[in-house]
């Protein structure tokens, strides 16, 4: 078993930047990929950013230049840094880990950026 703890959500203005940390915790597991989701009022979940064992990434179009995603494997610690927030990044943010073969889900954060 694997837990997700999200944290960093909050309030900012437009042009503000927030940074969201997810912290997995459990026993011996191996992390294959993780990723950040994010889903806002009556509207479906989708992938913000992933980021391979091998440090690999990828981003939605619409963030790419804005966000960063980066992992600290030493301590199975992943972050989204976001620039330039718009208020069309208002969502939960959730964090994912693909622990082969399963999907493990953080409770989400919140983010609202007000204009």
């Known amino acids: 078993q694997v837990q997700l703890v999200e944290s960093g959500g909050g309030l900012v203005q437009a042009g503000g930047s927030l940074r969201l940390s997810c912290a997995a915790t459990?026993?011996?597991?191996?992390?294959?990929?993780m990723g950040w989701y994010r889903q806002a009022p009556g509207k479906q979940r989708e992938l913000v950013a992933t980021i391979t064992s091998g440090g690999r990434t990828t981003y939605k179009e619409s963030v790419k230049g804005r966000f960063t995603i980066s992992r600290d494997s030493a301590t199975n610690t992943m972050y989204l840094q976001m620039n330039s927030l718009k208020p069309e990044d208002t969502s939960i943010y959730f964090c994912?880990?693909?622990?082969?073969?399963?999907?493990?889900w953080g409770q989400g954060t919140q983010v609202t950026v007000s204009s």
């Open positions: 459990g026993s011996r597991f191996t992390i294959n990929l």
């Open positions: 994912m880990a693909l622990v082969a073969p399963h999907n493990y």
